[in-house]
């Protein structure tokens, strides 16, 4: 497997740039902008000695909810990831175009506890292509180490619409979990998918502006699930033990402005946790978290 090192973040406004390409037509299919059809790329994109940047941190904090605080939040770390994740995404080796991918599910593993001191290793790679009922999934995988040791592994599933799919070959994470009603609304304003792109660097068009996303087919602009995540897990930040998995699964996109209605619920199984529309009993996140091991 071919390995490749980056001594800082890849730029994301080029990359999403990239990223548009492919899906433009004539522009799409020429050489070195089409992607290829097949397996993932046997590679590994990596970025060594990562710290966290104080102010930074913070505006990650106040846009998802979280306290300050010397541990990150657990989402955090997908921040030093996600430059990695659209470099790999948009290369030509990558069996899917960028643009047309869905972020369908995600799990992380937070081992211990990681302090705004810690000096991180990333390691993301594409792994485990694989049918879906309405076209294909593959997964990103990442692991961050400090001194050796992995402290956070994370893994993005990703969702390709096309004709010809089949059953998944194995059960999906949250299948028949649903979410449970709750009390807690969250009036979301039209310019969240701006406030925490700039943070994240995820500028994706179709969390920016109405206008934006009405060219990829949405009727307005959505919330990016990260953040939706992110937001549930600081509603939970008391409850959540040092080590533990959360799954989520995205079911529906948040459409902005809007309110919706986060809930939860202590399981036999750990807490299970969603948010919900407002007006219509709509599930757009479910999510468990249970205690590693």
């Not at 050489?31 to 059809?37: D, F």
């Not at 009405?214 to 033990?241: D, E």
Request: proline content about 9%; some cysteine.
């Amino acid at each position: 497997m071919a390995t490749r090192s980056y001594s800082k973040a890849p730029s994301t406004l080029p990359l999403m740039l990239k990223a548009v390409l492919p899906g433009l037509p004539v522009i799409g299919g020429l050489p070195g902008v089409k992607h290829a059809k097949g397996e993932v790329p046997d590679l590994t994109l990596e970025r060594r000695g990562v710290v966290t940047d104080p102010e930074h941190l913070a505006a990650y904090n106040e846009v998802c909810g979280f306290p300050n605080s010397h541990t990150l939040p657990a989402t955090y770390p997908h921040m030093a990831a996600f430059g990695l994740h659209l470099a790999l995404m948009t290369e030509t080796a990558f069996p899917f175009a960028p643009m047309g991918l869905v972020h369908l599910r995600n799990t992380i593993t937070q081992h211990r506890p990681i302090t705004v001191d810690d000096v991180l290793d990333v390691v993301v790679r594409a792994t485990d292509l694989r049918p879906h009922p309405k076209g294909s999934l593959v997964d990103l995988i990442t692991e961050i180490s400090v001194d050796g040791t992995l402290v956070w592994d994370e893994v993005t599933t990703l969702f390709s619409r096309h004709k010809g799919g089949s059953a998944e070959t194995s059960a999906a994470p949250l299948a028949g979990v649903e979410a449970p009603n709750g009390v807690v609304h969250w009036k979301l304003s039209g310019d969240l998918g701006r406030r925490y792109g700039a943070v994240s660097g995820d500028r994706n068009p179709i969390h920016l502006y109405p206008l934006t996303a009405k060219a990829f087919g949405f009727p307005t602009n959505i919330a990016h699930g990260m953040w939706t995540l992110a937001r549930s897990l600081s509603a939970l930040q008391n409850k959540l033990p040092e080590a533990f998995t959360v799954d989520v699964e995205f079911r529906k996109p948040i459409l902005l402005p809007s309110t919706v209605v986060f809930g939860s619920e202590m399981t036999p199984d750990g807490i299970v946790f969603g948010v919900k529309g407002s007006r219509k009993p709509v599930t757009h996140l479910v999510g468990r978290v249970v205690t590693a091991t």
